[in-house]
């Protein structure tokens, strides 16, 4: 497979539930990012990894946690999130998080919807 | 005020007609200017990016930027029903900002409809 890949794809949760988002590229990337898009709203920045090292969190709640295991594999862990949490969370990859020029390529996206 | 505006549409019009979509934006430290293009239920995907003003062609589409209005475009000339999607301006002030502490700052995203 190649590209950026995200599952699921969809997920309903409570909000007090536990559950994990994951993302995986192929594309021999070192850079590895979360954002969130809401309706109506500009595409939000979360976090970003360089290299499995954490280097922006966009003051982000901290009821997300995001994991990177190795450069591969991101993962964003959710507990008790909120309504308005809902949206859909990118995943995106690109060769290191420098030069603007390394374009990041996203994956399909995971519709969450928190009840 | 909002960074960067964009109009969210959606914009509809004939297969073959030429296209303008915009985004204003009140940074003036903003030089670098992306948009992307994304189809439903699929990520954002790269299509053009500009550094300061001037116009940027590339097949079927044309950026163009305005530093003195602080106003971007993005022209699609002969659009094709494929074309439909949603297209998203982002722009930053650092060539070190794919993804680091200022990032990329986004518009809404205007959804775009060719009819055949």
């Known amino acids: 497979e190649t590209g950026v890949t995200q599952t699921p794809r969809h997920l309903v949760m409570g909000m007090t539930n536990k559950k994990s988002l994951k993302c995986e590229q192929h594309?021999?990337?070192?850079?590895m990012y979360w954002y969130k898009q809401s309706a109506k709203k500009p595409l939000e920045l979360m976090f970003v990894?360089?290299?499995?090292?954490?280097?922006e969190n966009n003051s982000v709640p901290s009821r997300f946690s995001p994991e990177c295991p190795n450069s591969s594999h991101l993962f964003l862990h959710l507990h008790t999130l909120q309504p308005e949490d809902s949206a859909l969370y990118l995943c995106?990859?690109?060769?290191?998080?420098?030069?603007?020029?390394?374009?990041?390529?996203f994956g399909p996206g995971t519709r969450l919807t928190v009840l | 005020q909002k960074e960067v505006e964009q109009d969210p549409g959606p914009l509809s019009v004939p297969e073959g007609a030429i296209v303008s979509l915009n985004c204003t934006y009140s940074?003036?430290?903003?030089?670098?200017f992306m948009w992307y293009r994304q189809y439903s239920r699929k990520g954002p995907e790269l299509l053009m990016y500009?550094?300061?003003?001037g116009n940027k062609e590339d097949g079927r589409f044309t950026a163009q930027v305005d530093k003195s209005s602080k106003y971007i475009s993005l022209f699609i000339r002969d659009s094709q029903p494929s074309d439909s999607a949603t297209y998203l301006c982002?722009?930053?002030?650092?060539?070190?900002?794919?993804?680091?502490?200022?990032?990329?700052?986004f518009g809404k995203g205007t959804h775009l409809i060719i009819q055949p």
């Open positions: 990894y360089n290299f499995k090292e954490q280097t």
């Open positions: 500009t550094y300061s003003s």
């Open positions: 982002a722009m930053t002030h650092d060539m070190y900002s794919g993804g680091g502490a200022d990032g990329l700052t």
């Open positions: 594309l021999g990337h070192n850079a």
């Open positions: 940074n003036s430290a903003f030089q670098y």
């Open positions: 995106a990859s690109s060769s290191s998080s420098g030069l603007i020029t390394d374009t990041q390529y």
